[in-house]
């Protein structure tokens, strides 16, 4: 019984410094375990990527972005985020994975990306996606985007959208110069959600002092 809690010591303390030993040189290096077997190391690896490596590597970044494990692919969605528009389709097949983690990353990706063909997943995400936190990455993206296409979407989630979504969607309007974005944004500052509300008459006292 003793040697074999003893070998288990062993086994375990020997575990542990091939963890450190791949840690270190993981920070040395991430791009050598893109592909490693284990799923903590691929996510690590990924997140390290800079934006040049993840060029560099994108075939591989892309290929994780259907990895089994599903921080990896969101991880690897995310990343592909400073792909330029050559990132796009790799994320287009992330739009509908089963995890929100997933589609929260495509929805940052793409607002990161800032091309206007992602717009209509952006909208229907925003509107009706399962996770919250899903629908306000994809408002975010839809502001950071700034295509005039993107202005009737979010009117629509300010006057209907979940509390959350609504003030989120104010946020993101401000950046277009459009002539119904005002009214929609003081129509907002009399929200019985107080922090509808809150965020909209930030954005109107704002307008007011600059003016």
Known sequence: ????????????????LSNRRDLVALTKDPSAFLTHPDPAL???AVTALDAQSA?????????LAADPSEPVRAAAAEKLGLCGSRGLKALATCES???ATVREATATAYGEIGDASALGWLADAASSDGDRQVREAAVAAIGAIGHPDGIDPLLALIADGPPQVRRRAIA????FDDPRVEPAIRRAALDRN??????????????????
Do not use: L, W
């Not at 019984?1 to 542990?16: E, L, V």
């Not at 060029?55 to 290929?63: A, C, P, W």
């Not at 993101?172 to 950046?175: E, G, M």
């Open 1 to 16: 019984m003793y040697r074999c809690r003893s070998g288990n010591r062993d086994a375990d303390r020997a575990h542990t």
């Open 42 to 44: 691929r996510r690590m």
């Open 55 to 63: 060029n560099v590597h994108f075939i591989t970044v892309s290929q």
């Open 97 to 99: 994975d089963a995890a």
């Open 172 to 175: 993101a309007i401000t950046v």
């Open 194 to 211: 107080p922090g509808v509300k809150e965020a909209a008459e930030m954005i109107v006292g704002r307008q007011i002092r600059e003016a």
